[in-house]
């Protein structure tokens, strides 16, 4: 018995690892983690997706094991689909801050070889000529907060997609275990999910906190890519999601 116990936590442990590492996991917390500029607050960006994922796992756990129940199919799928369509806002949120509210970035026109060329032009600050209007107060494309986004997106996700899957792995627990052993099972699996989160974020960031301190010039193009990246993703995650419906 206390065998079989302490290999199911175990296994709950590394399956919140890997449960971490899953792409809509990490393109969402990307889009957000592109906007600081910090490796420790990325980090609890992370950190706070994988608490919103483990509380909302650990609800919808004391209803399967309370009531002995399993989340029907069709809303699992409804869940997942709500994913799809939050990836997509999260970088369309992304794209629209940057594009729209920073100075640094507008569409640029120029003649080459006797022919208009339009492009989007990204600034820095040995930039040849003046951006006008100036405006100071958007001059800013990071976050210094990092509000209740992340663990409001870790709850959408605690209960979609292989989320699901982990409620069905523990009515399986379930059946050679005890109540007690489920619920230890699901805390486990959410404590492995937020120490790869937030591993993962921390890493993730990387990239952003090096561009945006030594390499600025590089830094808004890999905000607006993450954003672009994200907003595909959402499509094609939308649409293998109906297309399997």
Known sequence: MQETFSF??????????????????LMAVTTI?????SVWRSA??????GAGHTASLLIAGVIVILLQIAIPQRIATMLEFAVAL???FLGG?????????????????????GEAHTHLHFHNQTDAHQ???????HDQPHSTQIGWRPLIVGMIHGLAGSAALTLLILTEVMRGGSMALGFAYLLI?????????LLMSAVISVPFVLTATRFERVHLPIQIIAGIG?????????WEILHEA
């Open 189 to 197: 699996f959410g404590i492995g999910s937020i120490g790869g989160m």
């Open 33 to 37: 983690v592109s906007e600081h500029r």
């Open 131 to 137: 951006i006008a209007p100036p405006n100071q107060s």
């Open 230 to 238: 994200s907003v595909l993703f959402g499509i094609y995650y939308a």
């Open 93 to 113: 949120r992304v794209l629209f801050a940057l594009l729209r509210k920073r100075q640094r970035v507008h569409v640029h026109s120029h003649k080459h070889d």
């Open 44 to 49: 609890l960006v992370g950190a706070l997706w």
């Open 8 to 25: 199911a936590l175990g296994l709950g442990f590394l399956l919140g690892l890997k449960h971490a590492t899953e792409a809509d996991h």
């Open 86 to 88: 939050m990836i997509i």
